[in-house]
């Protein structure tokens, strides 16, 4: 497959390129690296564990009752989103769906409907306040990063940040760090797509397909030696996983994923992802100062149809599926419950050590909108791009939602530690 001058430059992202703005379009292509048949997508039913939330938000705060947020149905919402791309400057081009031209809009017209509950509308103050003096990070990949510049975007209706990240680092499309000085809040993203260290395998350089080797029980710096600092820490990853990589652990080579050498164990992709987010969760865990509330995005499934991903595989749905159309199985199902199963061994730990880990449940939920992706609007149009974009998710757009989620979360947090709100 040839790929073209400036997307090789993308395509090699952080390794080689740290040095070009450009290079932010990489995650882009490098999160591509997944195949993903609907055909793969039949029945399954899982029994869903309720959640302890706040029954009713103007009632008496110490009334709680159960409603699980996350299992519902996505109802039409004629008020449309929160903000547009000439309101909110934070959206970059490859998520600027407007921007690039996407003609139809009812993928901004629907809503999250839980089955027991209602879920409250995005309220910016509200979540300013609750966050006063606080310090939140997004660990993990670009999609991560698509949830906070969606943060940026609904918060920019009451406040707008101050970009600080090069007091903190060089490499600022990777590491970026906002304060809002009107509520001393800071927001903040590390950049760590696997979680532990990784380097280039392969020497003739990095490429949207070449081999990795990741170090499973290494956590990465880039993050770890961060983290501690803040007080959420918002945590997911996914896309990466999927592509060729070498296993090391304990400094040896134990197998690989899609290596193709004939001498390594084949050891699938599931290997790798399940003990990279072990050490995750442990590193957070064993941290010695670490008092945050970590909360751990599920896997955020992308929807390519009529080919994979580098073969033509498109996005071209504008309404969401219903239940019926579309089941949690096969491949993504494997992918959100594998880190899913490593999330709850290690919240029994953190609660032993008074760490509270809780779950952005969301991959039944966008598994449901294969409307809400760029496919082929999610760029600046001389970019000669080659590929769709079935991974990342359109600003506005239903990723918006995982906000709505988490400040419902955040309020239930403070309800149940009974501070003031
Ligand atoms: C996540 O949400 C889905 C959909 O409601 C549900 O089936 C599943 O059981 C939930 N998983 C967990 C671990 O809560
Ligand atoms: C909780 O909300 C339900 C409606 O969603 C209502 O019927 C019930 O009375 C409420 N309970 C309390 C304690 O407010
Ligand atoms: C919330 O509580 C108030 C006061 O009890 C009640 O009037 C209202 O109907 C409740 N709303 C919901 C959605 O339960
Ligand atoms: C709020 O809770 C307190 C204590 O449980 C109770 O006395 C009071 O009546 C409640 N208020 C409302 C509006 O439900
Ligand atoms: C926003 O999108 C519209 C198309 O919906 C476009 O005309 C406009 O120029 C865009 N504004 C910005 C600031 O990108
Ligand atoms: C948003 O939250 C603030 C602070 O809690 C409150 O004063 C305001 O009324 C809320 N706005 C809406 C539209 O609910
Ligand atoms: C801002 O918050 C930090 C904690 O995140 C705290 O250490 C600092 O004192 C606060 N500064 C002000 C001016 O309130
Ligand atoms: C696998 O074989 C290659 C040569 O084909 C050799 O360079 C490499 O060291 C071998 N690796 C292991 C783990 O034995
Ligand atoms: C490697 O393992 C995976 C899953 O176990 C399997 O799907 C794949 O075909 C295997 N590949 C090779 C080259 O053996």
Known sequence: MKVKANEALILNGKYTARNTPKSIVLVLFT???????LSLMRNSNESSPTISTINNS???????KQCNIFSGKWVPYPEGPYYSNDTCHWIIN?????????????????RWKPD?????????TQFLQLVKGKKMVFVGDSVGRNQMQSLLCLLSQVSEPEDISLKYTSNVIYFRRYYYADYNFTLANLWSPYFVKASDADPKGHSYDSIMKLYLDEADEAWADQ??????????AGQWFFRPLLYYENGQLVGCNKCGKENVTNLS??????????TAFKTLINLKKFKGVTYFRTFSPAHFENGDWNKGGNCVRTMPYSKEEVKLDGFVRDAYLTPVEEFKAAQKEATKKGLQFTMLNTTEIMLLRPDGHPNNFGHARDKNKKYNDCVHWCLPGPVDTWNEFLLYMLKLEQTSS????
């Open 116 to 124: 027991e509950c209602e879920l409250p509308l995005f309220n910016a």
């Open 227 to 236: 983290v501690e600092d803040f007080d959420i820490v918002l945590i997911s």
């Open 418 to 421: 009974g501070s003031k709100l």
């Open 94 to 110: 490859e998520q600027n769906c407007l921007k690039f031209g996407r003609p139809d809009r009812e993928f901004l017209h629907w």
């Open 58 to 64: 103007s009632e008496n705060s110490t009334e709680v």
């Open 31 to 37: 999160l591509l690296l997944i195949m993903l048949p």
């Open 269 to 278: 992709y599931i290997y790798g992802y399940k003990k990279a987010f072990r």
